[in-house]
């Protein structure tokens, strides 16, 4: 556990962005599981934290949900990106691109700006 | 945008549905099953699988309250719930939330119908433009008798060319001119007569056709008039066509120029404003008493102070004590706002109101918050079941603030609703004057309730919110004796039934003094007889002469006189209870004069016909007034006995001469004194000197009959247009009326008064029955302990009748002295009673004694009559 992350403040909603573009509808469960999977298990995410999450995009209009069927057969709740949901990701995406380059760039280790 | 759709979904979240529970609920079910899959698929056992899903989850249902958190608003969901928790709370013991919002309901009604009072009459803006700017000008004497302010003609000229404070300066006085419009029978109206700048000191702007000015004003410009909204309504039928007509007033053609908007009521009861038509050349020389009717206002500058103004007035005033020794030596000009002139005079009442209406509601909320303490004890396992089950301090603080909160808003409505009520009550029953400010409950009174509300509510809620604040969780859980009831609880309740005690002295010394006071106003002999006199006003044109108007109101003495039901008729210049503010001063013949202090001032009085009949004051000595006496031109006169008390306490004052500017008059006889000649009936009796009618043109008429007055109203219009087909008679009432009238006041402050401090004593004597009855069966267990081990029925009494009656002791003490620091203040308002009145203590002392050892008595009884067997056994 010692050398996991936690997830940062905010930056939820923008993982669960991208996973949704990249997955296309996608249940709760499988979103937790992906974004997981993708920081190759180094960030600790408790999976219930991805509710409160979703349910915000949703009341943004972000995403939508609708229930349907899992390919392993059972009932489950799907998300899906709406064009909003599109803008948005752009446009984070967009902003965290530039704050990780700026971060970068200072704490680069030979980042002397000569 | 996208945060504002969240909190509006947010906001419709509070009204969360069943169905979205579910949803929830699936949803947490099927991301378990589809992990619980995953993990057997990784070779888990299954209650393994099942384990690490949960714990990956973070727990079913903190995930649940998180979602829920995040779909509503926690705050207002949290205080939706606590709201709903604590109608219920109330739902539920209905006795309890009765008697709270009765009596709050009491304590904030009382508190608003006062209020909205002070409201009109203190706070108000009045409806003028910039109306702190607006002056009210007195000039009265340095010592002696004044005349109510009033200011002389030639006076106000030296005003008008000497002041630099004043953008505008006017004088008025009133009339009664009668008007003729057109195929109308001629009316008497309530008139006034003004000088050019009138309109501008007001600020008023007319709602049709335009006001007078200076030049309307002038000697011989020619005759306008202004109408009243109402007066306009009435004779004109709202015509516009009115403003421009020729009417008939005081027998001269003239014009009307414009017509007020009702909002202008400037004096009140205004029908109709006429330019005064005053020249400083006819006035120059006399300066003397007699013309001391005027009064007087002024706009100030923009930049000049009241102050200022003050000074520039007095400046003027020794000016003219240099200028004219003989007349104006001892006369100064004052000024007052326009605010303290019309409403100074209500203020002491109101004030006295506004006290007694706040003692009375820290009386309900001091009874409501025992109510409160008692009903926390008997809460406190379910408040410490709460605290164990999780809540927080500020969770349980908010629940109580909550309850006490919604029981003053119940409590506020039900006020409320009392206080539009009795404003109305009050309202509608009040004669002119009073309701010169039109009280009502508007939106600073509804916002003054309301705030009362929250302050009331906070008050007596955070004494048992306080108290629970630390409450011990294992004892209470454990225990069924809540602790509240300990001592410190018993002491507190105790402070509280002081206090009210106390403040319930002191509206009860109120109302007892007040009580006796309109007891001696109303009761006292008046010095005449009201009942069965009709009294009405006739004034001919100013410009009759003296031997026209004799023969007229001569003839129409004799007509009335012979009419039938008709005891006696007499007239006179100003009847009881009406403020004439014609006064004197004169020399007595034989003693020594001194420089501008005449030797005696009184009220002048002109009668005619068989007054002293008709209004039932006795000769005490000399003879009466005859038709001739009129003629003279130097006529004898009556003083009444105040005058010859003061003036000739060891002589007999026949024959004695009274010398003035305007003569010598022989003192011919004594009358007994009358009430109600300086104004209010209430004012001390002042030397009055009653002349023969010299031929002025305006008369009261004083009928007295043996048959009801009001039948007569119409034969005597019928006998005046017989004699003058163009002349109206105005003011026709009762002397009756009258009287009531001029005691409504008094009787309306009484009124009040003596309610509060009925409620006060009852909910006062609810509030010790309340405490003492409460620790009776707090106590069971005790007193039935005590018995068996020895203490007799009397001891078990005694216990809770000392502890009501150390605190009902204390509360009278403190009562007492606060009514000695306060009482002083009903002084202005009180009629031949002193505040400082020891018999009234006392008996307010045993009012309040008496019923407060019943309210002890009653539950100290029941406590002496329990069985200690039951007692324990009720363990």
């Not at chain 2, 004030?351 to 409160?372: E, F, K, Q």
């Amino acid at each position: 556990m010692g050398d996991k992350m936690e997830v940062w403040q905010g930056t939820l909603a923008l993982m669960v962005l991208r996973t949704l573009e990249t997955l296309g509808p996608q249940h709760g469960y499988g979103i937790a599981r992906r974004i997981e999977q993708t920081s190759g298990n180094t960030l600790t995410l408790n999976y219930g934290t991805i509710y409160p999450a979703l349910l915000k995009l949703v009341q943004e209009g972000s995403i939508v949900a609708e229930w349907g069927v899992s390919e392993n057969n059972r009932k489950a709740k799907f998300y899906k990106l709406t064009r909003t949901g599109r803008k948005q990701l752009e446009k984070e995406t967009k902003t965290w691109e530039q704050a990780t380059e700026i971060l970068g760039r200072f704490l680069s280790p030979k980042g002397d700006p000569a | 945008m996208k945060s504002l759709r969240a909190w509006a979904i947010r906001l419709a979240g509070l009204f969360r549905t069943a169905r979205q529970e579910q949803e929830l609920a699936a949803e947490m079910e099927s991301h378990l099953h589809l992990h619980i899959e995953d993990n057997l698929r990784c070779g888990m056992t299954p209650e393994q699988a099942r384990r690490d899903a949960i714990l990956k989850l973070g727990g079913v249902e903190q995930t649940k309250q998180a979602y829920r958190e995040r779909g509503t608003i926690p705050l207002i969901e949290n205080l939706l719930r606590d709201l709903r928790y604590a109608l219920r709370q109330l739902a539920k013991s209905p006795g309890f939330t009765i008697t709270v919002t009765l009596t709050l309901a009491l304590g904030i009604g009382a508190n608003t119908a006062i209020f909205s009072a002070v409201q009109a009459t203190l706070l108000r803006t009045l409806p003028y433009p910039h109306a702190d700017r607006i002056i009210s000008i007195q000039d009265s004497r340095l010592q002696g008798q004044s005349t109510g302010g009033l200011v002389s003609v030639p006076r106000f000229f030296d005003l008008q060319s000497q002041n630099n404070s004043f953008a505008a300066l006017a004088l008025f006085y009133f009339e009664n001119p009668t008007l003729i419009a057109g195929s109308r029978l001629p009316e008497s109206l309530n008139g006034v007569s003004a000088s050019g700048q009138f309109w501008r000191v007001f600020g008023a702007q007319p709602l049709l056709g335009r006001t007078f000015s200076d030049r309307d004003d002038r000697k011989n410009s020619p005759e306008v008039a202004v109408l009243s909204y109402g007066a306009w309504q009435r004779i004109f039928g709202g015509n516009p066509d009115a403003i421009g007509r020729q009417v008939t007033i005081e027998r001269k053609a003239t014009t009307i120029i414009g017509v007020m908007p009702s909002g202008f009521d400037y004096p009140h009861g205004t029908d109709i404003w006429q330019p005064s038509h005053f020249d400083p050349a006819d006035w120059g020389k006399y300066r003397g008493d007699g013309t001391r009717s005027m009064n007087v206002f002024a706009r100030l500058k923009p930049n000049v102070s009241l102050q200022a103004a003050q000074n520039n007035l007095r400046v003027i005033s020794s000016r003219l004590q240099q200028d004219y020794p003989a007349t104006d030596a001892s006369w100064q000009f004052s000024s007052q706002s326009l605010r303290d002139y019309l409403s100074g005079r209500f203020r002491p009442a109101l004030l006295v109101l506004l006290i007694a209406s706040g003692a009375l509601l820290l009386i309900a909320c001091l009874n409501v918050a025992n109510l409160l303490l008692s009903r926390a004890a008997t809460r406190q396992r379910e408040i410490a079941l709460r605290r164990t089950l999780g809540a927080t301090t500020r969770r349980i603080l908010s629940q109580f603030f909550i309850e006490s909160l919604l029981l003053t808003f119940f409590g506020g409505g039900v006020g409320l609703l009392t206080a539009m009520g009795l404003v109305h009550a009050i309202e509608s029953n009040l004669p002119g004057g009073l309701n010169t400010f039109r009280a009502g409950v508007d939106r600073p009174v509804i916002l003054f309730a309301l705030a009362l509300c929250i302050l009331t509510g906070i008050v007596f809620g955070i004494v048992p919110a306080w108290h629970c604040r630390t409450i011990d969780l294992n004892t209470s859980l454990k225990q069924g004796e809540p602790r509240i009831a300990g001592r410190s609880g018993r002491r507190l309740r105790g402070a509280f039934l002081s206090i009210q005690t106390g403040l319930s002295l002191v509206l009860l010394v109120g109302a007892l003094l007040l009580v006796q006071s309109l007891w001696k106003l109303t009761r006292s002999p008046l010095g005449f007889q009201p009942e069965h006199v009709l009294t009405f006003q006739i004034a001919l044109p100013r410009t009759a002469d003296a031997n026209a108007s004799r023969n007229f109101y001569s003839e129409l003495q004799r007509r009335i006189e012979s009419l039938p039901g008709v005891t006696s008729v007499g007239q006179i210049s100003a009847l009881p209870t009406h403020d004439w503010h014609a006064r004197s001063n004169y020399d007595i013949d034989g003693r020594p004069r001194t420089a501008n202090h005449d030797t005696a001032a009184a009220e002048d009085r002109y009668i005619s016909g068989d007054i002293l009949r008709a209004i039932h004051i006795p000769l005490l000595a000399g003879r009466e007034l005859t038709p001739r006496d009129e003629e003279l031109k130097s006529p004898p006169v009556l003083i009444n006995r105040q005058f010859a008390h003061e003036y000739f306490p060891n002589e007999n004052p026949i024959g004695k001469r009274l010398i003035n500017e305007t003569g010598q008059f022989e003192i011919v006889g004594v009358i007994g004194n009358v009430r109600g000649t300086a104004g209010s009936i209430a004012n001390a009796i002042s030397p009055e000197v009653y002349f023969p009618e010299q031929g002025s043109p305006r008369r009261l008429f004083v009928v007295r009959t043996h048959i009801p007055p009001e039948q007569i109203v119409s034969a005597i219009r019928g006998q005046v247009h017989q004699i003058d087909p163009q002349q109206a008679i105005g003011k026709v009432r009762t002397l009756d009326d009258m009287l009531n009238a001029s005691v409504i006041q008094p009787r309306l402050n009484t009124g009040l008064v003596v309610a509060f401090a009925c409620i006060a004593l009852l909910l006062a004597c609810v509030g010790i029955y309340g405490v003492v009855a409460y620790s009776v069966a707090q106590r069971t267990r005790e007193i039935g302990l005590r018995m068996a081990v020895g203490a007799s029925r009397g001891q078990v009494a005694w216990l809770f009748i000392r502890q009501s009656v150390i605190s009902t002791c204390f509360g009278m003490a403190g009562g007492l002295l606060a009514t000695f620091l306060t009482i002083h203040l009903l002084r202005s308002l009180l009629y031949g009673v002193e505040p400082y009145d020891l018999p009234t203590i006392l008996a307010a002392l045993l009012v309040l004694f008496l019923p407060s050892v019943l309210a002890t008595l009653i539950p100290a009884r029941r406590a002496a009559s329990i069985d200690p067997m039951q007692a324990l056994r009720a363990e």
